[in-house]
């Protein structure tokens, strides 16, 4: 599966907002022909966050669209050099960020799969400090494409 490649890995983001965050990893995956419109899932991004940040504990974040603006299932990438305020809780500080991009009309729960599957990979300190270590984008695509295998 062409998930990610090292066209959508940003390895030393300087951003510090969360929506600016959003946006410019939806910018990347519509330069790489991987929306068709970027307005409607940004939308559907922030809809998404507004229900419940996407902070998932271990400095990671995931936000997530599901939305027919989206051509094929994509992962987007990127660590922040300073900790960005994900959510209201205290452990909702995040610098490693991974953005899922999944049509509506592929398998319903395709997204879920994604999440499920790079959430366990998480869980594992190794796993995070290899993706904090480096900054070169070929390196991080390896160790994500590795998830993915």
Known sequence: MDLINENLIIPE????DKEEIIKMM??????NDRLTDLDVYVRK???RENMGATAVGYGVGIPHGK????????LAFTKTKELVKWGDEKEDWV????MIAVPESAA???HLKILAT????LMNDDFRNSLLSTDDRVELNNILQGVFA
């Not at 983001?13 to 510090?16: F, P, V």
């Not at 610098?95 to 991974?98: C, K």
């Not at 790079?118 to 990979?121: D, N, V």
């Open 108 to 110: 319903s729960d395709e």
């Open 118 to 121: 790079l959430s366990r990979k």
């Open 95 to 98: 610098n490693l960020i991974f």
């Open 26 to 31: 939806a910018n990347i995956m519509k330069e």
């Open 67 to 74: 939305t027919d603006a989206v051509k094929k299932p994509t």
């Open 45 to 47: 991004v922030l809809e």
């Open 13 to 16: 983001s300087e951003l510090t």
